[in-house]
């Protein structure tokens, strides 16, 4: 009796944790929305009136266009380099057994579980050394030091469900080593990979420390631009600026929705299996 009354409270308190947690977020999330449409919210529960005025001034003020632009190419390319790297270097880790491969993993997990400020500071020291500092190209760079080992820990557990003997029965039948990665292989690796690149989508448009460190004018993301224009000097309408906030959170949403409807990350784990079955 008393084992099922505190199992009771337990999950009262669980349910109880996880509402306030949402209406904090939904508050917030409101509070956002309603003052990026208001003309004037001073001390009252509603604004005094709305208008959209202020994400147009937002879009020409900040140079959303450009921001946008250079944030899809720097989230693009760091999927499908994050994707072509961690996938050959997933496969080659989960397939083979070498003396240093326990020290290769724990390379892999330190840019997951050291905090990005860490080893951004000196990892920007060397991209403006070699002159990528302030470039997209160095905003890449440093966003794949995390994403790669993140792809290559996601999948080797999923290559490790394939059945070795897939692979074997294929070279049987006279297919060299890229054949074999290619058409057999990668389609039944493409739920994983789908899956792990969306991980890396989201990680990609959220990551602030390391693009804040090595991106300049021309190559800020999205988020970075975000964090400009509020602590940026000078003055600055908080209804732009909520704007600004409305527009970003936007675009993550389409991108997760538009990423979604490829693949289901939930079903990883029996999409893998089955082959192995």
Known sequence: MQK??????????????????????MG???SVLTSSVATRWLGTWLPAGFTTRWYFAAWDEFQLGDVLWVTFQAVGAVVLLSGLLGVP???ALARREFPAKRAVMLLLLLPLLVP?????????????????????????????????????LVMIPFIEQIDPRTEAAARVFGA?????????????????????????????IGMFELTFLVSGPGSQTLVVALYYAVFA?????VQSIDAMAVIYMATTLVWLIVA??????????GRGK????
Not at 8 to 22: P, T, Y
């Open 89 to 91: 270097a997933a496969y």
């Open 260 to 269: 979604l409807r490829f693949v289901n990350p939930t079903q990883i784990v």
């Open 274 to 277: 089955r082959p192995a079955a």
């Open 176 to 204: 060299n080593i890229f054949q074999m990665f290619v058409h057999v292989l990668v389609p039944m690796l493409m739920p994983g990979v789908l899956a792990a690149l969306l991980l890396v989508l989201v990680r990609t």
């Open 233 to 237: 000097s000078g003055v600055r309408a």
């Open 116 to 152: 990005p400020i860490t080893y951004g500071i000196p990892l920007a020291t060397v991209l403006y050394k070699a002159g990528l500092g302030g470039t997209l190209t160095g905003v890449i760079l440093a966003n794949l030091v995390p994403t790669v080992p993140f792809v290559v």
């Open 28 to 30: 917030l999330i409101a």
């Open 4 to 25: 099922s009354i505190m199992s009771r409270l337990w999950v009262f308190a669980v349910w109880a944790v996880i509402g306030l947690f949402l209406v904090n977020l």
